[in-house]
Nanobody, 124 residues
């Protein structure tokens, strides 16, 4: 049974930083690409960042490129999202998910398992 558990969310002032973690179990983690998405109230879930199984390929949404960094530790079955220079518009529930495509893709349809999400709130 695949389980993804996010942690690290919280309340931070604009300009601050947070690091999200996603611990995976029930899968051969090192063979799957992973991604981070977010969903703000009243909005659709949107792609934030994706990483290939090896970590060699990383994709970012334009809105976070240069501020967020996705990484993974296959020995710990964990994927991370380092978020710097946070803005109020980054406020959302953040989800990690498993990517079937292997590429860290931007499209939601290739992600088949999701965590429960962690709330990130950025105050102005």
């Amino acid at each position: 049974q695949v389980q993804l558990v996010e942690s690290g969310g919280g309340l931070v002032q604009a300009g601050g930083s947070l690091r999200l973690s996603c611990a995976a179990s029930g899968l051969t983690f090192s063979t799957y690409a992973m991604g981070w998405f977010r969903q703000a109230p009243g909005k659709e879930r949107e792609f934030v960042a994706g990483i290939s199984w090896s970590g060699d390929t990383r994709n970012y949404a334009d809105s976070v490129n240069g501020r967020f960094t996705i990484s993974r530790d296959n020995a710990k079955n964990t994927v991370y999202l380092q978020m710097n220079s946070l803005k109020p518009e980054d406020t959302a529930v953040y989800y990690c998910a498993r990517d079937r495509s292997g590429l860290g893709a931007r499209v939601l349809d290739v992600y088949d398992y999701w965590g429960q999400g962690t709330q990130v709130t950025v105050s102005s």
